[in-house]
């Protein structure tokens, strides 16, 4: 498992270097600038509020746990934070999912030395965000239903010391699924299909949703994680996948 989780990390990396590829860049300004802009609020919302967050910590605290409080604050401000980018993440993929939609197909056609489909790409839109909003909704109720028992584990004293490696571990699946379901989505795969096809493959999924979830934490890198994960997965589907019909 551990080489499958290496693999999915080198496919973080060798996104960053197919970006501005001709004939790819165009498709990667528009969830590049979803995501600057998108990102950019997160981290002034963590900013300002993170003085409320402390003083929200020190209310909650109970009496008897005074003598740990050093080692958890820390790790709700880890969770707070995840939380905070997580759900600004989700917002990102869903204004940007026809364009991500888009990038993955080209990018895909390059790795296939493929003809690009025929048309103008951009006049595909509407019906593409037909697929790619319904497949968003899907998504965000299937991350609600897991956030109810995270959000326990949480709130939970003692039990809560988990609480960050299960948020980093829930954003990685998630960062997997999320962007998987672009190129495989292009292939008529649908959300459920994309889980099963991933937990087959959990070591490279876990891989390249970590690499991306970091991104997400690192300033400037941050800005990159949307374009990186969908061509990211892409190399993914297409080193996976075999044959278009496969």
């Not at 109720?141 to 010391?161: F, H, R």
């Not at 980093?168 to 672009?182: E, I, R, T």
């Not at 959990?202 to 994680?225: K, Q, S, Y």
Request: hydrophobic fraction near 55%; aromatic fraction near 14%; charge should be positive.
């Amino acid at each position: 498992m551990i080489d499958r989780v290496f693999y999915g990390l080198t496919c973080v990396r060798r996104a960053l270097g197919l970006l501005w590829r001709p004939g790819i860049r165009v498709f990667v300004l528009v969830p590049l600038l979803v995501n600057s802009v998108l990102f950019s609020i997160a981290i002034r919302y963590i900013w300002l509020r993170f003085h409320d967050g402390r003083q929200w910590f020190a209310g909650w605290m109970p009496d008897w746990l005074d003598w740990i409080a050093w080692l958890l604050l820390p790790l709700v401000i880890v969770v707070l934070v995840l939380a905070v980018y997580y759900g600004f993440t989700l917002l990102a993929n869903l204004i940007a999912a026809p364009f991500n939609s888009l990038l993955a197909e080209r990018v895909e056609s390059l790795l296939r030395d493929e003809p690009a489909p025929p048309g103008q790409p951009f006049a595909r839109l509407p019906a593409i965000a037909a697929r790619t909003i319904a497949s968003e909704i899907r998504k965000l109720l299937y991350q609600l239903l897991w956030l109810i028992p995270l959000i326990i584990v949480t709130l939970v004293p003692g039990v809560n010391v988990v609480a960050p490696a299960a948020w980093f571990l829930f954003g990685a699946w998630m960062m997997a699924v999320n962007y998987a379901d672009y190129p495989m989505g292009n292939h008529d795969l649908y959300f459920a299909d994309v889980r099963r096809r991933l937990r087959r493959d959990r070591g490279a999924a876990l891989g390249l949703g970590g690499a991306l979830l970091g991104m997400t934490l690192v300033p400037g890198l941050n800005f990159l994680a949307m374009p990186v994960g969908v061509v990211g997965a892409t190399v993914y589907w297409v080193e996976s996948s075999g044959p278009v019909n496969a």
